[in-house]
């Protein structure tokens, strides 16, 4: 079985390190690499969240290449503590995972993107899971290696409710003008969006099951209190979302995701609505469409996935 050569894009948080640990424990994917954006911390932090993980699980073979700290034109303004990630970005733990030895490469993101898709016989997908200026940059500099991009499973966007602004979600309005050039390029995209990923999630009434399974999903517990609160008391969710790793899920059980086919442009100029994905659902427009949007997740199976990745990355390391 040939497996689905895939890039990451990251600002390793909470459900960015679920997704890196699902990417890397299932046998369907294979990782080219981590490459690191500012987003839900700054660029500094998600870079060492993404070595710290890899040297958590033993994988500190997979490359690291450092990207944007800001996106291409807004000013980007982390706070000092994010209510959903913690200071750190992984939820603060009493006993914080050490700081990394491993380094990132010394290329930036967007050559590192660039170089594995020139070096690749065959197309990679894009995964980017925080905000898209990487992926926005890779697509202005590098036109020659679209064709060399099977595809971009983003986690991003909504069709309504939004989760940083009404309409607007978090990874899409911090940088709305990378978004747009993403959803404009032509490049054959899925969206995993807030529609779907809301309801992905582990429920509070299993994160003590998810502790017991092994030693990974242990640590991943005790990084989650910060993020479980967020979405207990805030967010009224009946569980912790695991925005992130519905991307990779997407691609290793299609199965687990009902999307539907819609045109998407990103609002880069509403007073309002700035930064939302304006999904056309009803074809008002008649453009074709330009993106699979997830719109439901068949939630067990999916949050299986998980830990079924966690049990052999656990088993691994052992
Ligand atoms: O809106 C959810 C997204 O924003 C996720 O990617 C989460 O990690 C944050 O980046
Ligand atoms: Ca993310």
């Known amino acids: 079985m040939e497996k689905i050569k895939v890039i990451m894009d990251v600002d390793t948080g909470i459900d960015d390190a679920i997704a890196m640990c699902l990417a890397l424990g299932n046998e369907k994917i294979d990782v080219l690499g981590f490459t690191t954006t500012y987003g839900n911390r700054p660029l500094n932090l998600t870079t060492e969240n993404t070595l710290e993980i890899l040297e958590l699980i033993g994988r500190t073979d997979v490359p690291v290449a450092v990207g944007a700290h800001k996106p291409i034109i807004k000013e980007y303004n982390a706070p000092a503590f994010s209510v959903v990630h913690g200071y750190d970005g992984l939820g603060d733990m009493e006993n914080p995972l050490p700081n990394p030895v491993t380094k990132p490469l010394d290329i930036s993101a967007v050559e590192f993107m660039a170089r594995k898709l020139r070096e690749s016989d065959t197309p990679v997908t894009l995964v980017p899971v925080g905000p898209m200026t990487n992926v926005a940059t890779l697509i202005l500099t590098h036109p020659e290696l679209m064709d060399k991009i099977e595809q971009v499973v983003l986690m991003g966007g909504t069709t309504m409710k939004?989760?940083?602004?009404?309409?607007?979600?978090?990874?899409?309005?911090?940088?709305?003008?990378?978004?747009?050039i993403l959803f404009k390029s032509g490049l054959k995209i899925k969206m995993a969006g807030l529609?779907?990923?809301w309801k992905g999630y582990i429920g509070f009434d299993e994160m003590d099951d998810f502790a017991a399974q092994n030693w990974l999903t242990k640590t991943i517990h005790s990084m989650c209190g910060i993020y479980a609160e967020h979405y207990r008391d805030r967010m009224k969710n009946p569980g912790m979302a695991m925005h992130d790793s519905l991307t990779i899920a997407w691609l290793i059980n299609p199965d687990v995701v009902k999307a539907e086919d819609y045109y998407v442009t990103v609002d880069i100029d509403g007073r309002y609505t700035y930064g939302m994905t304006v999904t056309d659902v009803n074809n008002v427009l008649g453009k074709p469409a330009n993106a699979s949007v997830a719109m439901g997740v068949d939630r067990e199976p999916f949050i299986q996935l998980i830990y079924d990745a966690m049990a052999k990355l656990a088993?691994?390391?052992q």
């Open 315 to 317: 088993a691994e390391k």
């Open 195 to 197: 529609d779907a990923t």
């Open 162 to 180: 939004g989760n940083a602004s009404a309409v607007a979600e978090a990874n899409i309005i911090t940088d709305p003008e990378a978004a747009h």
